[in-house]
C-alpha cells in the first residue's frame, strides 16, 4: 500500500468529494514514436489493468461521482476491448472522451465510437506543415491520416478537440493552427505547455518569456474565435494573465490531485499525467480510498505552497503548475519558475461575495459537472472586476459572448 495518512492536511470536511476529471492511459501500445510522449509509449506494458479490471474501475469512479474520463494511452484505439471500456463508462452516468493521434480513425470508427457513448475525441495535430508534425511524431505520413481522422469525426458529428503542444519550432504557427481548428469546424482547441517529462525530458521548452507571451496572445484569441473554445493546459497562470487584460477565464488553477487524478496502464494512480508521484494502485485499493487518502493527494488540496507562488495575489486561482514545479525543483509544492510575475507581499484582502439570481443559478447548472466550477469562477470575477453584486443571465451572456462556446446558452 503506497498511501497514507499524514496530520496537518486538510480536514476531512473540507476534503473534495470526488475526482471531477479522470485521465486514464488505457495502454502503452502506441503506433507513433512522438518526441514529447511523457509514457515513453511504443509497445504495452506488461500487466495493464484486463477488461474486468478496467470495468471495476469504471464502477469505483461511478460511485465517486466522477464527471469525466479521458481515454489515452499510448493510442487508445490499439486496444482491443477499447469500445466495450467506452459503452461501460457511458452506461455508468460518465462522460467518456478520448485523445488520440487520430492516424486509425476513419468514418466507420468514428461512428462506432460514437454509438458506444464517445461524447468527444482529441486529436493531435502540431503544426500546419506536414513535414514538421511528422518529424515531431517520428512516422512519416501521419498528418495526412491525423487530419483525415479529424474530418471523418466532424463528418460523423462526433466533436473534436485538435490539441497541440507548443514549442519552440511551431511557436509562431499557434494563431494559424487556431484558425485552422476553426474552419475544420472543431468544437474547442487546446494549446498544451510542454512539461519535460518522459521521452521529452531533452526537449528544449519554450523561455518564461515566451511562456508570458503566448499565454497574453492565447488569453486575446479567445475573443477572436467566438464559435470555438480556446484554451491552454498545464498552464494556470492564464487565469491571472485574462484578469489583467480583463478578459473572462475559461481555465486556470491546478487541478492535479484536487479534482482531477490520472490512472496508468498498470494500475498506477498520480495527481496528474506529467506528475510521477504515485498514490497507490487501483489493483491494491480502491479509488475512493486512494482518493482520500494519499499522502501527496492531501498535500495538493492543502498546499503551504512555497516561493512566489506561496504569497501571489493569484494562489486560488492560479497556484502554478505543481507538475513544472516538480520537474524543474523536485518539490511539487515549489513555485512555478516558468512563471514571470512578482507578486505583492501583501496578500490582498478577500474578494467581495457576489450572489445569483435563481434563473442564472438553473442556467449554470447545465454546465457539465466537470466544468461547472471553473465557468462560476469565470463569471463571478469578470462579476466583481465590473462591480456587479448580482449575477443574472444578461450577464451570464456578457461572459458567454467573451469566453466562447464553453458557456451555457438561454434554455
Given amino acids: 500500500m503506497t498511501f497514507h ?152 458529428s462526433l466533436p473534436v478537440i485538435v490539441q497541440t503542444t507548443v514549442t519552440p519550432w511551431n511557436l509562431q504557427e499557434i494563431p494559424a493552427m487556431i484558425d485552422f481548428a476553426q474552419d475544420e469546424g472543431a468544437s474547442v482547441f487546446n494549446l498544451y505547455y510542454l512539461v519535460c517529462t518522459g521521452r521529452g525530458e531533452t526537449l528544449v521548452d519554450l523561455t518564461p518569456q515566451q511562456y508570458e507571451e503566448s499565454l497574453d496572445s492565447l488569453a486575446e484569441a479567445q475573443s477572436l474565435h467566438p464559435s470555438i473554445m480556446v484554451r491552454a493546459k498545464c498552464a494556470p497562470q492564464i487565469a491571472r494573465i485574462a484578469h489583467e487584460r480583463g478578459l473572462p477565464a475559461s481555465g486556470g488553477g491546478c487541478p492535479a490531485g484536487v479534482s482531477y487524478l490520472r490512472i496508468d496502464p498498470e494500475g498506477q494512480v498520480t495527481p496528474c499525467p506529467y506528475l510521477p508521484l504515485v498514490a497507490g494502485n487501483v489493483r491494491e485499493a480502491p479509488l475512493k480510498d486512494i ?92 462579476a466583481r472586476d465590473r462591480g456587479y453584486s448580482v449575477i443574472t443571465p444578461d450577464i451570464m451572456a456578457e461572459v458567454r459572448n467573451r469566453m466562447g462556446s464553453s458557456m451555457p446558452q438561454r434554455r
Wanted: charge should be neutral; glycine fraction near 8%.
Fill in 291 to 382: 482518493w482520500e487518502k494519499a499522502s501527496v493527494f492531501r498535500q495538493l488540496r492543502s498546499p503551504s505552497l512555497k516561493g512566489r507562488c506561496g504569497i501571489c495575489n493569484y494562489r486560488e486561482t492560479c497556484a502554478g503548475c505543481r507538475a513544472r514545479a516538480f520537474s524543474l525543483t523536485g518539490d511539487c509544492l515549489g513555485e512555478d519558475p516558468w512563471c514571470l510575475y512578482e507578486p505583492s507581499a501583501i496578500l490582498p484582502a478577500s474578494s467581495p461575495e457576489v450572489s445569483w439570481t435563481s434563473e442564472a443559478e438553473s442556467r449554470l447548472a447545465h454546465v457539465p459537472s466537470f466544468v461547472r466550477k471553473r465557468v462560476k469562477i469565470a463569471i463571478e470575477t469578470y
Fill in 5 to 156: 495518512h499524514e496530520n496537518g492536511c486538510e480536514s476531512e470536511t473540507n476534503m473534495p468529494s470526488h475526482p471531477e476529471i479522470v485521465s486514464w492511459n488505457i495502454t502503452k501500445r502506441c503506433n507513433l514514436r512522438c518526441a514529447h510522449c511523457y509514457l515513453d509509449a511504443g509497445i504495452s506494458a506488461e500487466g495493464e489493468l484486463s477488461t474486468e479490471e478496467s470495468y471495476r474501475v469504471i464502477d469505483q469512479m461511478a460511485e465517486l461521482s466522477t464527471g469525466m474520463v479521458i481515454l489515452t494511452g499510448g493510442e487508445p484505439l490499439l486496444r482491443k476491448d477499447l469500445i466495450d471500456i467506452i459503452r461501460r463508462i457511458s452506461e455508468r452516468g460518465i462522460m467518456a472522451v478520448m485523445g488520440t493521434n487520430g492516424t486509425l480513425i476513419d468514418d466507420n470508427a468514428a461512428l462506432t465510437l460514437k454509438k458506444a457513448g464517445l461524447q468527444g475525441v482529441g486529436i493531435s495535430l502540431d503544426s500546419l506543415d506536414m513535414e514538421k508534425h511528422d518529424a515531431f511524431r517520428r512516422v512519416k505520413g501521419c498528418w495526412q491520416k491525423t487530419v483525415a481522422g479529424m474530418r471523418a469525426c466532424i463528418r460523423q
